[in-house]
């Protein structure tokens, strides 16, 4: 018994995202879903690390939930594991102080997203990368994201349907991609994230290795603090929610 | 107009296999489905190469279909791609004589089957890597590999469900595996292979790589001529037909 921290891996594809929706399918609502019949139909409320929309993964979401069962953290592993549906694993559970909490007591996190820059696509990739068939310029990219590192107001890089109250001043301590077998990585690793940033960044990142913009814009488009100046937000396939760390 | 050669991928996956079956998603189902949009009602029946099991991919199946519609190559192959679902890729689209024949005319076929060797389960990979925890000695897979190649009589390795009539002789030009990231890959390509064959080959590779039994036990077990010799049949979604050669 006490609280627990779990680190879990999804595929997002089958999922109406992570949060709980009457008669969607959630990763919430399918992780409450075993807790509840292993709690003999108590409800066990799972708080995780941050939402994650329709279609994007994840590879080390965190969460966090109470129990009363006397079983331990490989027991729960085990329990959890075979119970879930194949699309969601659990990579470890660990007994935690009461204390600890997913989403408040996050320092950092990872986000990463991917590109399969090819002319063909490829079907088996299809729910996993973004299929972006034009040429892109790595270093004009490279040089932007040293642009986006450090702490800013991400107003211009976040929905203007977040709902999330108070200011939007994050720091990213790393923003980078990488090129390898037609495959770009975009690595994006800061304090927190607004709503859709990371899928808006990719899409100015990409407009920048297209050469419709320049990598100088970013400190201009940062300074308008206006959603409106940017294009649209990236498909959510090729985003994966990597890290999660705690401190 | 005339006669058509489709060289096509499919994410076996959400598929109840190639063949047509009443009230089931298959993939000839969706093909003849979209031919028939195409050709006002007019029902079109397309060959394949050979039929694939549920779950079972195809980077390389071919089928053939004939068509009064004058259309070019190219015509074809951007209509069916707009039309078909994101699981279904055409990657190619060839006039071809009249007398051409997508399963007749075979002279060879390769099929590969791919297994994640390491201790956790890659939920990413689910469907498309058969997941084996176990250690594998790649040496004795590989010695075992050569006494497969060459003419024998396929009988044990063949489902005793298979409906074909006629020997079940066939010849194997290639059998190899090769292990790289943790992924062991199979490749078997021949004159032409019996009903479940690959997955029972594949089957009997890993009793072997797992030392349950010795390369030199594949005569052996050839020279029986029947398939309760020899273990399961191993799991559909690791398999892959990989590419058909025409004469």
Redesign the interface.
């Known amino acids: 018994m006490g609280r627990f921290k779990c680190t879990i891996?999804?595929?997002g594809t089958l999922f109406n995202g992570y949060q709980v929706q009457p008669n969607k399918r959630t990763v919430q609502g399918e992780i409450e879903k075993v807790l509840r019949k292993m709690h003999k139909g108590q409800d066990i409320r799972i708080i995780g690390a941050g939402r994650t929309d329709a279609g994007v993964?994840a590879l080390g979401q965190v969460i966090h939930f109470d129990s009363t069962m006397e079983i331990h953290e490989t027991g729960w592993k085990k329990a959890l594991n075979a119970q879930l549906p194949?699309?969601?694993?659990v990579l470890s559970v660990e007994k935690v102080h009461p204390d600890f909490h997913a989403r408040f007591d996050v320092i950092e996190k990872e986000y990463h997203y991917f590109i399969l820059n090819q002319e063909t696509?490829d079907?088996?990739k299809?729910n996993?990368m973004y299929h972006f068939p034009y040429s892109l310029d790595m270093e004009k990219m490279q040089e932007a994201c040293q642009y986006l590192e450090g702490t800013h107001d991400f107003t211009t890089f976040s929905s203007s349907k977040a709902t999330v109250k108070g200011d939007k001043v994050r720091t990213i301590y790393e923003a980078s991609c990488k090129w390898e077998d037609n495959q770009v990585e975009f690595i994006f690793r800061g304090s927190g994230f607004l709503y859709n940033m990371v899928r808006i960044l990719v899409s100015v990142l990409l407009d920048i290795g297209q050469g419709k913009r320049e990598p100088e814009d970013i400190p201009i488009l940062l300074e308008k603090r206006d959603r409106r100046v940017v294009g649209k937000t990236i498909d959510a396939h090729g985003l994966y929610m990597w890290k999660v760390t705690y401190g």
Do not use: G, K, T
């Not at 194949?86 to 694993?89: L, V």
């Open positions: 891996q999804y595929d993964h194949d699309d969601i694993h696509p079907l088996f299809r996993y």
